[in-house]
Structure formats: C-alpha cells, structure tokens
C-alpha cells in the first residue's frame, strides 16, 4: 500500500511539472531527434517485478542538441530506489537510459539521415556513453564504472515506425568484483492510427510493439565467476505515447516471453514504464 | 492669408518629404514563404521547427504543418531580414530537409549586362530567373526600368537560396 501510494504522489508531482520524449519507444533502442540548442527532459517512474520482489524507483534523462545531428544526454536516477531488489537482474531497463542507480552520460550521433518524402526519414545514430554507480554493491557485487555502445537504424514518418538495433555494456572491475557484461538488442514497430495523423497542434498519439533481448554475462565476486548471475531473456510488450506540442506522456509494459537464468536467480516477471517529457 | 498660404505650403511640403520617404522605405524584404520541409513527423518536431522560425527578427506569423510538410512565414513590413537563407537554415539546424520555396518578395530591380535581372533586397540579391519567358510577367519584368521597386511572387529551388522562378511580378 505505501508503496503505491508513494508511486501516485510521483505521478501528480511530475505531472504538474509538465509544461512542454517520448518521441520514440518506451524501452527500445531509437533515434532521438534534437535541434541544434534544443533541450529535453524524461522523467520516468518504473517499476520491475520478479518472482520473489517488486523495485520501484524514478530516474531523470535530460538531453541536449548540440548539433542537429549530435546529441548529449545525462541520465540519474531521481531518488534512492524506492524499492529495491535484493537480487537485481543484470539489464539496462530501457535501453537508452541506462541502469539502476547509474549516472550515465551519452554522446548521440546521427551519423545517417535522409529524408525521402514529406514526413518521413530514414536515420541511424551511433550512441558511446559511460557510467559511474551512486551505490557500491548491486546484488552483492561491488559496482564500477561502465562503457556503453550502441548502434540503432530506423524509419519514422506520419503512419509507421521501425527501429533495429543492438549495443554492448562492459562493466569495469572494482576491486576483485565486476558486473558482467551486458549485450542487447531491440525491434521496434509502432503505427499512428489515422484518428491521430491529424495536423500540428492537434493531440499525436501512437502504439509500439517492442521486443527487447539481453544476454548477460557472469558476474564475478572476489575473483571467482558467480554461478547464480547473467543468463539470457527475451521481452515483448506494447507501448503508448502520446503528445501534444512541446510535451508527451509514455506508458508502456514488457513481459518476459522467453528467459533462462544461472543459478537460483528469480524469473522476471514485468516491466512497466511511465515517462513524462517536454522540450525546451 | 499669404502667412496662412506660406504655412500651408511648408506643411503640404514637409508631409510630401514624409510619404515619399515612407514610401521609399516601404515593402522591401520578404512578405511571404511557403517553405517545403522533408522529414518531420511528429509534434515536437513541429513545435521544435515553429519555435526556431518564430526566434528569427521580423517574423509576424509563423504556421507548420505536418501533413503538408511545410512551414508558412508572414513577414513584418520593410525588413531586409531575415533572407531565405535564414529560414532554411533554421530548418536545417532543427534537423530536417529543406526543399523548394514558393516566395513573395519586395525590392529594387536591377538590370545587369546581358539582361541579367537582380532583385535587391538590403545587400542580398536574388537572381531573377523566368519559368516561361513568354509569360506576361518576365514580359512586365524585362520592361521595367532600373531601379524600380517591385514585388515578384515565385518558386525558389531547394539549395539555391538567391534564385526565384518568376510566376508573378508588379511594378
């Protein structure tokens, strides 16, 4: 009960803050657009539940367009983790934001863009960040910082939407402990009903269907491979984004279709997402 | 009654400097552009595109359209800036496609060597150029004395920001 009682006190809070991403999918891998100075804030609430226990927390990615194709963005989480996990998964959440009680920064360049008609284009941005952690242990394994590469390929325009892609996180050492490495993969559908391709400032709502893979790699703790840690799994689920001039809302839940974990670890069980953006 | 005359007179005068000076000054600049855009496809987009062309000095309107894929821009009245070049490169920063433009524009003609047509606006100057020669307007145009002030309404290709296609012009 506190706990979804805090969860809604969140969400009036960071509703009346709203003023102006959301631009893309919920959890997958995608190609922010910026203009060259333009700002944006994401502020999400999340939740992940496994078999054995519910985390809670809310995280904070601002971004900045250096270029209009080379983008800076710094994600954190907003609060100490509401709720913690005892025994964590090894992922990212959603793959452009980086991972529990992480403060990652990104460079995002639009390395490819071409515009093939009115209201469409077709772009592939690189993404390189680094990370340092706010706790020191995450799971019972001292936490250091991380590399993360990623490279994404996609199609937007006023009907459809598609993205592909994959990346790789490494964490470095602390110690004689290190977080095993972490690659992904994304799929991205989504689709504007035709109620909503109506024009600018008209309300624009569309769907996702996103698939998100992750494979990670043994943790290791004093030196030793720990054998309840890394695994595989695969996640399916639909997002809905909404927005409305310079702001948006995003709500979306992935559910596990497909998972095989070391050890004695927990299945996972949800993810859901609630994200609030605007632009300035 | 020849006070009130002589007062009458340099009253008449210096309101006549005022309107041809007034007049001289007026409609030179920009008054309109329809400008394409590729590749917008969402609101922030547009927000995003309406935002940077309203920051530009001597804008009075600005409407963007996602499904046409455009941007119209109503200008003050006697402003030189900002030139087309201006808009598309506003567009370019927010990360989209400029394309062709259809403009209506105000300055002074200038008659080059061989018939070469300028339109002056401030110190950017437009190379006028006919979409059909036969058609009465680069008629007006070819006639038209050096020096005028005229406005054209016209098509400017998508990466040559100081060519217009004429389809109108007035003297």
Sequence with gaps: MRMWFIFFVLLILTTTQVRAEGHGPAFGLATPTLGKGQWSSDTTVMALGTKKDTSLMTREWVGHGITEDLQATLGFPLSATIDKLSSPPRTRFASMMGAFGDVEGSLLWRFHRQAPGVGSRFETTMILGGSVPTEDKRGGVRVGPSLNEAVVTGYASRTVYGWLGGGFQHYFERGDDRLGDLPYASVVLGWRPPAFRQDYPKPDWRIFGESLAEFPRKDRINGAMDPNSGGEKILVGPSLLGLYGQWGVEVGVLLPVYQRLNGIQPDEKYRIKIVFTWWF | ?171
């Design chain 2, 1 to 171: 009654m020849k006070k009130i005359s002589n007062r009458m007179v340099r009253v008449l005068a210096a309101v006549s400097v005022l309107f041809i000076l007034g007049a001289w000054r007026a409609e030179a600049g920009l008054i309109k552009v329809d400008q394409t855009i590729w590749g917008m496809d969402c609101a922030p987009c547009a927000y995003g595109m309406e935002k940077g062309l309203k920051k530009l000095v001597g804008i009075k309107r600005v409407q963007v359209s996602l499904n046409k894929g455009n941007a119209v821009i109503e200008f003050v009245s006697d402003v030189k800036e900002p030139t087309l070049a201006d808009i598309r490169r506003v567009v370019r920063d927010s990360g989209f496609t400029p394309k062709e433009a259809k403009v209506k524009i105000s300055g002074t003609l200038k008659v080059q060597e061989h018939n070469v047509l300028l339109l002056q606006v401030g110190e950017m100057n437009y190379v006028l150029k006919p979409v059909d020669k036969t058609k009465a307007a680069w008629q007006r145009l070819q006639k038209a004395a050096n020096g005028s002030t005229i406005t054209v309404t016209g098509k400017v290709p998508a990466g040559h920001s100081d060519e217009i296609f004429v389809d109108e012009a007035l003297l």
